[in-house]
């Protein structure tokens, strides 16, 4: 059974930069799959953000893409998530998730990022 | 970009009811389509694939159907633990673009 887990800071400076972690156990993260990241405002919907994968190819949301850094470390079954220059609508519970033929089938429990000063 | 549209936002049913929910995408997306089921504190789950494929261990009151811009989540006969927010997702291969719907709350009548 795959599992993913988010992991880093909760709280972030405005103009600042966030960076998550989302660690890969049950499987190998150069198995074939894309690996993802997904956020979702407090009470709102959810927001694709971009994807990886082991080669290090990446795709990212045209509306994010001038901010977004993501990178696969395959030695610790890792990728992880730099977006910069944050600001209060930046804020959400940010998922890691693998990707399967276009959807998302095993998900990371999700971590609340906040930007304040 | 294509917009996927939930409808409604809230749907109020019994336990032991139909549920319908529906999904639709301003231009045609195939059979590209997913829905996910998301409770309260939790990440989504995927409860359908392709429009109409229940993902693995997913029980058989959840149907979907539809294909090209008009989809539909049946739910059979709702029981307690149903009751969540249901979003549906496309997908585009090129550019890779992969797109939620607004999500539709569904709550005990």
């Known amino acids: 059974q795959v599992q993913l887990q988010e992991s880093g800071p909760g709280l972030v400076k405005p103009s600042g930069t966030l960076s998550l972690t989302c660690a890969v156990s049950?499987?190998?993260?150069?198995?074939?799959?894309?690996w993802t990241w997904v956020r979702q405002p407090p009470g709102k919907g959810l927001e694709w953000i971009g994807e990886i994968y082991h080669s290090g190819n990446t795709n990212y949301n045209p509306s994010l893409k001038s901010r977004v850094t993501i990178s696969v470390d395959k030695s610790t079954n890792q990728f992880s998530l730099k977006l910069s220059s944050m600001t209060a609508a930046d804020t959400a519970v940010y998922y890691c998730a693998r990707k399967w033929s276009g959807y998302f089938d095993y998900w990371g429990q999700g971590t609340l990022v906040t930007v304040s000063s | 970009e294509i917009v996927m549209t939930q409808s409604p936002a809230t749907l109020s049913v019994s336990p032991g009811e139909r549920a319908t929910l529906s999904c639709r995408a301003s231009?045609?997306?195939?059979?590209?389509l997913a829905w996910y089921q998301q409770k309260p504190g939790q990440a989504p789950r995927l409860l359908i694939y392709?429009?109409?494929t229940r993902a693995t261990g997913i029980p058989a009151r959840f149907s979907g159907s539809g294909s090209g811009t008009e989809f539909t989540l049946t739910i059979s006969s709702l029981q307690s633990e149903d009751f969540a927010v249901y979003y549906c997702q496309h997908y585009d291969n090129w550019p890779p673009m992969y797109i939620f719907g607004q999500g539709t709350k569904l709550e005990i009548k």
């Open positions: 049950g499987g190998s993260i150069s198995s074939g799959h894309w």
């Open positions: 231009q045609s997306v195939s059979s590209n």
């Open positions: 392709g429009a109409s």
